[in-house]
């Protein structure tokens, strides 16, 4: 956590208060933890009123704010600095409360998606502002606007109805008879254009990125393919590994993460539920904190756990709370009667769950969530670490009360003692458990983004992370035979390597060996609780500077064949590398035939070397970056004169 959130500076202030032989324990038991849970809780501090007082919030609605910015739109776009106007719009209606307010922006944003030619999103804007009461004398336009966008998309029968509308609400416009004749001539050319181009009904198809699926689902881990099987020992808890022979490139796993979080620098531009970027964010209807990418997203996150967060996200940020954050939304995704109706189970202890018993694995399921590691008395822990984890739950318990969550809870003022009730005490032994489960089972989530039109020209960034309970049972290895991508929320597992039936399948927390030294991986590693013994370790493999990096002439332990067969193999990968060369050079080179080339050449070399070797590491990185083009998030940077916004590539 940074030294600079008020929460560390209230911890503080507070540190060795009260009981200093507490302060000072090591003990990682539940008792234990609930008795710092209740010493922290009784600080007047840690009531946080000031951070938590609603009426000083930040992400507050502010429509004197959202007129200012929207007339700087305005003008941006009558000088046709479509950009600029574009971002003063996403941003007023962040801040807008009044519906006619919050039409009217839509409805500008939807002419400036007009003159940039993206139709379909003319067509959504409009049909929100007019469910948000967007002026009935003014309808005229937004009809009239969408039949165009219609007639563009070739929707004829949906462009007819709105000119027939268009019409209709002209006789409620407020323009004199002169210009309501002339309008009316005007719908009527258009009318009479719709009717000519009647034969030529046939939408254009949207070109949409075919699903990936497994040929065959494992039938107890639904997010794995029957070539991934868990098992479990003593020591060691859950771990995958192949239960038949996985071909490289082999898609192995796909899951939707069961809770994720998006970094602040992206919670303006990318969707708080889904996490993909908003090219048309629609914002949060109570506070400007967030935005959506569809009314989908907002309606589901509204219902369920932002509501419990909704003014209060940028104090969550200012916190630093990292990846105990996905704590909080795992608990009040669902509501407290659903706890307290298995309030038994969720204070018990299951690391077992999917290995024994018949129930399916499911992702979406918070009990597989509340069973993932979180090495609970584990010696490693430290005094201050234990201490500030309960001033974190005690933190979060305040925001529950604020936000009406324990809705049992006495309010505020009928509690003098900052004491915490039985409920608030349930969920804060709830939390304690979930904000380690979160911390050692979350993954990071990427896009890539696009600097040139090449496949390999792009750069990976980091937008939030997630916890996805199923992905979460692979080990790590310092030199993994598995790689991720990420969609949004969804995330994709590839194998990078052949793998054997009976071979364990292994991620990767840190940097891997080809990068970063022995050493300094191992104490990268620490805060995972685990020492990592996988082969690269135990043999103290050199860095990718150490490594061979020719295929001939090498000592007999590089080499998986016999001496007399190397040469022959060599051309076998020299010639697979050259079909790889050639289809680089062609313009339109297809992303399918660019995977398969480099599995070729992948699996040529890998029948030949023995890590660990410079062109494994090389083609195992290729691979990992064509897929990347072809399954991960996309956005690119769009410029026009001193403005830049990001939006998605089209799938």
């Known amino acids: 956590m940074s030294k600079s959130s008020f929460i560390h500076k209230v911890f503080c202030d507070i540190s060795l208060e009260k009981d200093p032989d507490l302060w000072q324990n090591t003990e ?5 933890n609930l008795e710092r849970i209740r010493l922290i809780a009784g600080f007047d ?3 946080y009123k000031h951070q938590l007082d609603r009426t000083k919030s930040s992400n507050r609605k502010n429509d004197a704010l959202a007129k200012a910015i929207k007339d700087k739109g305005n003008k941006c776009y009558g000088t046709g600095d479509n950009l600029t106007a574009l971002n003063h719009y996403n941003q007023a209606l962040l801040f807008s409360s009044k519906n006619e307010e919050t039409a009217l922006l839509l409805a500008n944003r939807s002419a400036l998606w007009f003159d940039l030619g993206e139709y379909e999103l003319v067509e959504r804007d ?7 009461e967007y002026p009935e004398n003014l309808q005229h336009k937004l009809y009239e606007r969408r039949a165009k966008s219609r007639f563009a998309l070739k929707n004829l029968d949906g462009a007819k109805e709105d000119i027939k509308l268009a019409v209709k609400y002209l006789d409620l416009s407020k323009l004199d008879e002169t210009k309501r004749k002339n309008k009316r001539n005007e719908l ?6 719709l009717e000519k181009s009647s034969g030529n009904n046939q939408q254009d198809v949207k070109k949409t990125r075919t699903e990936l699926k497994f040929q065959k689902e494992n039938e107890k881990f639904p997010s794995f ?3 991934v099987s868990i098992k479990y020992e003593e020591g060691r808890g859950r771990f995958a590994v192949a239960s038949r022979d996985i071909n490289i490139g082999e898609l192995i796993a796909v899951e939707k993460a069961f809770v994720a979080l998006i970094d602040k620098e992206f919670s303006k531009s990318h969707c708080w539920h889904c996490l993909k970027c908003a090219k048309c964010p629609l914002p949060c209807t109570v506070c400007s904190g967030v935005v959506y990418c569809s009314e989908d997203c907002r309606n589901i996150s509204q219902a369920t756990y932002h509501k419990y967060e909704c003014l209060f996200t940028d104090v969550l940020y200012q916190g630093n709370l990292g990846a105990w954050r996905l704590a909080y939304k795992a608990l009040t995704s669902y509501p407290w009667s659903y706890f307290k109706e ?5 204070l018990g202890r299951n690391e077992l769950a999917g290995v024994q018993g018949k129930e399916i694995y499911t992702s979406q399921e918070i009990k597989n969530f509340h069973s993932l590691v979180t090495h609970d008395g584990a ?3 430290q005094a201050p670490e234990l201490m500030m984890q309960s001033h974190i739950v005690v933190f979060f318990i305040r925001l529950l009360r604020e936000t009406g969550y324990l809705s049992c809870v006495p309010p505020e003022a009928d509690r003098t003692d900052g004491g915490l009730s039985e409920d608030e005490e349930a969920a804060a032994r709830i939390l304690h458990h979930f904000m380690r489960a979160a911390f050692y089972n979350t993954h990071e ?5 696009q600097t040139d039109v090449g496949w390999d020209q792009h750069q990976i960034q980091r937008i939030g992370r997630v916890t996805n309970p199923t992905l979460a049972l692979i080990n790590h290895s310092c030199d993994p035979n598995y790689r991720r991508v990420s969609d949004g929320t969804k995330t994709y597992g590839f194998s990078s390597k052949y793998i054997r039936k009976g071979e364990e399948i292994s991620d990767i927390y840190s940097k891997p060996f080809s990068a970063v030294n022995l050493q300094d991986r191992q104490t990268s590693l620490q805060k995972y609780n685990f020492q990592c013994c996988c082969k690269c370790c135990k043999k103290n493999w050199p860095t990718l500077d150490g490594l061979p990096s020719q295929l001939d002439s090498l000592p007999p332990k590089y080499y998986k064949i016999s001496p007399n067969k190397v040469d022959n193999q060599i051309k076998r990968i020299l010639r697979a590398e050259e079909n790889f060369r050639k289809l680089g050079k062609k313009e339109e080179a297809d992303t399918d035939a660019i995977i398969s080339a480099i599995k070729t050449v992948l699996e040529e070399h890998d029948k030949l070397l023995e890590a660990p070797h410079q062109l494994l590491v090389y083609w195992e990185n290729q691979l990992h970056h064509i897929l990347l083009h072809a399954y991960s998030a996309k956005v690119f940077q769009k410029t026009e004169n001193a403005s830049t916004i990001i939006w998605p590539v089209r799938g």
């Open 342 to 346: 298995n309030l038994e189970d969720f």
């Open 188 to 193: 009527n050319i258009i009318m009479s254009k």
């Open 45 to 47: 501090q840690t009531r």
């Open 28 to 32: 990682d038991t539940e008792e234990k």
């Open 445 to 449: 989530i990427t896009q890539i983004e």
């Open 379 to 381: 010696a490693s822990k």
């Open 225 to 227: 393919s029957d070539a």
């Open 126 to 132: 409009i049909d929100l502002a007019i469910r948000t």
